[in-house]
């Protein structure tokens, strides 16, 4: 039989590294979820996500309830998306070098800059009206067809019945389907 997240917490508390790796393979999903949400840029959320697991490891002793996990580490993630987006506006202030690559030269089998453009384009609206959706609609979406979680883990994440969890997803791309624009409706697909 598993350990529940608040055992495997108090035995991280006293050190116990495995315990510490088993809360992140449980919540990994969950906080890559919330994080690609919030900044939209996977590569960017991967490094949120080390982020957030470094700092919880290292403050691990501040948390005083060990069942308030999750939520403790999600707000743990939402501060490391904060500080990210601050870092960003204040790089943003002053230009980037621009160097020209000589590969760019060279056309590739990559999708031209247009394609790039558009299909980045798509995401950002996409994502735009995922965070316009109700939390409870949101999250199990964001699990599910961005995070490609299993039914069975998200309803273990976000306690949910797996009847439950099939109302919010159903009702949830209803509600994504309704708010996207016409010439998006044929690409959610269930």
Not at 83 to 97: F, I
Not at 158 to 166: F, I, M, P, V
Request: hydrophobic letters at 40%; glycine letters at 6%; proline letters at 6%.
């Amino acid at each position: 039989m598993s350990e529940t997240d608040s055992v495997l917490v108090r035995r991280a508390m006293d050190g116990d590294r495995p315990a510490f790796e088993e809360l992140v393979r449980r919540t990994s999903r969950l906080v890559f979820a919330r994080l690609y949400l919030e900044t939209g840029n996977a590569h960017l959320t991967e490094d949120l996500v080390q982020e957030t697991y470094l700092s919880a490891f290292r403050s691990l002793y501040q948390l005083s309830d060990p069942a308030g996990f999750r939520p403790w580490l999600l707000a743990i993630a939402h501060r490391k998306a904060i500080d990210a987006a601050k870092n960003d506006a204040r790089l943003k202030r002053s230009p980037p070098l621009q160097f020209e690559s000589p590969m760019s030269a060279i056309a590739g089998a990559s999708p031209s800059p247009e394609q790039n453009a558009l299909q980045t384009e798509r995401r950002q609206c996409v994502l735009a009206v995922l965070r316009s959706l109700p939390e409870d609609y949101r999250l199990p979406l964001m699990l599910r067809y961005i995070g490609e979680t299993d039914a069975e883990s998200i309803g273990i994440q976000l306690g949910l019945t797996n009847g439950a969890l099939r109302g919010l997803l159903h009702r949830g791309l209803k509600m994504l389907r309704e708010r996207l624009p016409a010439d998006f409706a044929g690409d959610v697909d269930d």
